[in-house]
C-alpha cells in the first residue's frame, strides 16, 4: 500500500498524534513520510519518527539528536549532499539513499508496540518491493530489522539481528545492521562513531563491487 501521510490505522498512535499536534500546534505531527532518491541503492530504516526531530520538522531523522551522527556519515561516504540535517527547507539532498521508518508515525516513548509496527509494515513492504534487485539496506535496531523481515518473508531465526551482520536475502538485496544511532545508544559508546562508519565502509565497498560486476 502506498503511504498517506493521512493514515489513522493505529488508533493509539492516530490519537497520540492528535495529541501532540495540539500541544505543539507548529509541529509536523503527521505520518512522516520517506526521504530521498526514488530508486536508491540504500534504503535505511529507522525506527520511527522522534518526538523533537522528524516529528516536529516532518524529514526522518531531521533536527534531533539521533540524525547527528546519520547525516554526518550519510555526508561523509557521499550519499548526503550536507552533513547537518535541520529542516525541510535546509536544501540538504539524498545522493543514491532514501530514509524510512518502521513506524511512520511518532510513538509514545518512542516505543511503538508489536501490532502497530505489523499494521504500518505494508508500507515498508511496498517501498522495498519497488527496490532493484542489489540493494543495500540498512536496519537501524533491531525493530527495524525485523521490520524488514516482515517485509520481505524472511525467517527472523535465520537472519539474527547483530551490529555490522551482512544478510543476503532471497529478494536479493542485501541488508546490513547496525545499532540505532540513538542519544542513549552513542552517548553509552554502545555505538561509536567508527563503529557506524565500519559499517557504512562495508555498504559503499558491496555497493561498488556491484557496480562493477
Same mark, same amino acid.
Given at each position: 500500500?502506498?503511504?498517506?501521510?493521512?493514515?489513522?490505522?493505529?488508533?493509539?498512535?492516530?490519537?497520540?498524534? &492528535?495529541?501532540?499536534?495540539?500541544?505543539? !500546534?507548529?509541529?509536523?505531527?503527521?505520518?512522516?513520510? !520517506?526521504?530521498?532518491?526514488?530508486?536508491?541503492?540504500?534504503?535505511?530504516?529507522?525506527?520511527?519518527?522522534?518526538?523533537?526531530?522528524? #516529528?516536529?520538522?516532518?524529514?526522518?531523522?531531521?533536527?534531533?539528536?539521533?540524525?547527528?551522527?546519520?547525516?554526518?556519515? @550519510?555526508?561523509?561516504?557521499?550519499?548526503?549532499?550536507? !552533513?547537518?540535517?535541520? &529542516?525541510?527547507?535546509?536544501?540538504?539532498? @539524498?545522493?543514491?539513499?532514501?530514509?524510512?521508518?518502521?513506524?511512520?508515525?511518532?510513538? !509514545?516513548? #518512542?516505543?511503538?508496540?508489536? &501490532?502497530?509496527?505489523?499494521?504500518?509494515?505494508?508500507?515498508?513492504? &511496498?517501498?522495498?518491493?519497488? @527496490?532493484?534487485?542489489?540493494?543495500?539496506?540498512?536496519?537501524?535496531?533491531?525493530?527495524?530489522?525485523?521490520?524488514?523481515?516482515?517485509?520481505?518473508?524472511?525467517?527472523?531465526?535465520?537472519?539474527?539481528?547483530?551490529?555490522?551482520?551482512?544478510?543476503? @536475502?532471497?529478494?536479493?538485496?542485501?541488508?546490513?545492521?547496525?545499532?540505532?544511532?540513538?542519544?542513549?545508544?552513542?552517548?553509552?559508546?554502545?555505538?561509536?562513531?567508527?563503529?557506524?562508519?565500519?559499517?557504512?565502509?562495508?555498504?559503499?565497498?558491496?555497493?561498488?563491487?556491484?557496480?562493477?560486476?
Amino acid at each position: 500500500m502506498t503511504f498517506s501521510e493521512n493514515c489513522r490505522e493505529c488508533p493509539r498512535l492516530a490519537g497520540f498524534l &492528535d495529541t501532540v499536534r495540539a500541544a505543539h !500546534p507548529d509541529y509536523y505531527a503527521k505520518p512522516v513520510a !520517506p526521504f530521498g532518491a526514488a530508486n536508491p541503492a540504500l534504503l535505511i530504516v529507522g525506527l520511527a519518527p522522534g518526538m523533537h526531530g522528524a #516529528n516536529r520538522s516532518g524529514r526522518p531523522f531531521t533536527g534531533d539528536f539521533a540524525g547527528i551522527l546519520l547525516y554526518q556519515t @550519510l555526508y561523509k561516504f557521499g550519499f548526503s549532499s550536507a !552533513p547537518v540535517s535541520t &529542516d525541510q527547507s535546509d536544501g540538504l539532498t @539524498l545522493k543514491k539513499c532514501r530514509i524510512t521508518n518502521a513506524v511512520k508515525c511518532l510513538p !509514545p516513548q #518512542n516505543k511503538p508496540s508489536n &501490532d502497530e509496527v505489523k499494521q504500518c509494515n505494508y508500507y515498508l513492504t &511496498d517501498e522495498i518491493a519497488k @527496490l532493484a534487485a542489489g540493494t543495500a539496506i540498512l536496519a537501524l535496531g533491531t525493530v527495524a530489522h525485523q521490520a524488514v523481515l516482515m517485509a520481505t518473508n524472511s525467517k527472523r531465526t535465520v537472519y539474527p539481528f547483530s551490529h555490522g551482520a551482512r544478510h543476503q @536475502l532471497a529478494t536479493g538485496m542485501t541488508l546490513f545492521d547496525s545499532y540505532h544511532c540513538s542519544r542513549y545508544n552513542t552517548q553509552t559508546r554502545r555505538l561509536t562513531e567508527p563503529m557506524f562508519e565500519q559499517v557504512f565502509a562495508g555498504i559503499s565497498e558491496y555497493l561498488a563491487a556491484k557496480r562493477s560486476a
